[in-house]
């Protein structure tokens, strides 16, 4: 198990990590897309939830979707089984280990991954040996610090900032998406382009405010209370004021901000 993931991998993630998935394709997904043919490497595929939407995007692409946990792989496994997708092939792996000859790949893919490795600029440079010249990288993370709401809370911050530094100790960084570009660029990669993508959720857009405020940002935060009061990071009766104010966010008045993302970048 990958214990730097520090959401843990209950049934509530994983129906928080689809309803992520499912809120978020257009904003993130829309323009991803790889010419017929393609063979692609999503590397860190999770229990799947981005998998579906690459699959789908991409039908005469084949994608080879590997992760390190083999319980994650098999969920995915299974989703897409029930999906009725037949163009991936997933493989529990390490991205440090894969199994596969240097330029392999024709694309690479990574979405929410680089924050939660230790070392996110020697996987990228590592997983450069997999693609083909010519070949192509997409990466996609969120930022925590760019989170911002009305009615704005110091408390709701402070329950954020205490997922944060949990994240930093587990060896992650949950503000990883402002530094795609010096990473990739970094990385070796050329012709690197980083594309911001903002959710914008207030009560004219309902499924925005159920989908990623209710379900998918707050619950993460939610999600590792007892992680951050048992590390002493976080009062309990502070960090459930912060909750109880992001949820507030959601209300007929409120509104919720959040930037991903999305880097490309091309091997040269």
């Known amino acids: 198990m ?7 991998y209950d049934p509530r993630e994983s129906r928080r ?3 992520q998935a499912s809120t978020l394709v257009q904003l993130l997904h829309s323009d991803t897309s790889y010419p017929a043919g393609s063979l692609v490497l999503e590397a860190g595929c999770g229990v799947g939830a981005q998998t579906l939407t690459l ?10 979707s590997m992760d390190i946990s083999r319980a994650s792989v098999l969920q995915a496994r299974g989703k ?3 999906a009725g997708i037949e163009n991936v092939d997933f493989l529990q792996a390490d991205i440090f280990r894969l199994p596969f000859q240097p ?3 024709d694309h690479l893919f990574l979405c929410f991954v680089l924050e939660h490795l230790p070392r996110p600029m020697e996987a990228l440079t590592a997983l450069k040996d997999f693609i083909r010249p010519g070949g192509t990288i997409t990466v996609i993370e969120g930022d925590h610090g760019s989170a911002y709401f009305y009615p704005d809370s110091i408390a709701a911050q402070r329950a954020i900032l205490a997922q944060v530094e949990l994240q930093r100790c587990a060896g992650g960084n949950a503000m990883i998406g402002r530094e795609l570009y010096p990473l990739l660029s970094k990385a070796g990669y050329s012709s690197v382009r980083v594309s911001p993508r903002m959710v914008y959720a207030d009560s004219s857009r309902p499924e925005m405010v159920e989908g990623f405020t209710r379900n998918t940002f707050t619950a993460m935060i939610e999600g590792v209370r ?8 976080i009062k309990p009766e502070a960090f459930d004021e912060g909750i109880r ?3 507030r966010t959601a209300e007929e008045d409120g509104v919720f901000c959040y ?3 999305k880097a490309t970048g091309v091997k040269g």
């Not at 990958?2 to 843990?8: L, T």
């Not at 699959?55 to 080879?64: F, G, H, L, Q």
Request: glycine share 4%.
């Open 103 to 105: 330029q392999s790949f």
């Open 259 to 261: 930037t991903f993302f």
């Open 245 to 247: 104010d992001l949820y």
């Open 2 to 8: 990958n214990k730097a993931y520090v959401h843990g």
């Open 80 to 82: 897409a089984e029930v």
């Open 55 to 64: 699959s789908r995007n991409n039908p005469e692409a084949s994608i080879i």
């Open 226 to 233: 007892e992680q951050a009061i048992e590390l002493g990071m």
């Open 17 to 19: 990590l689809q309803d």
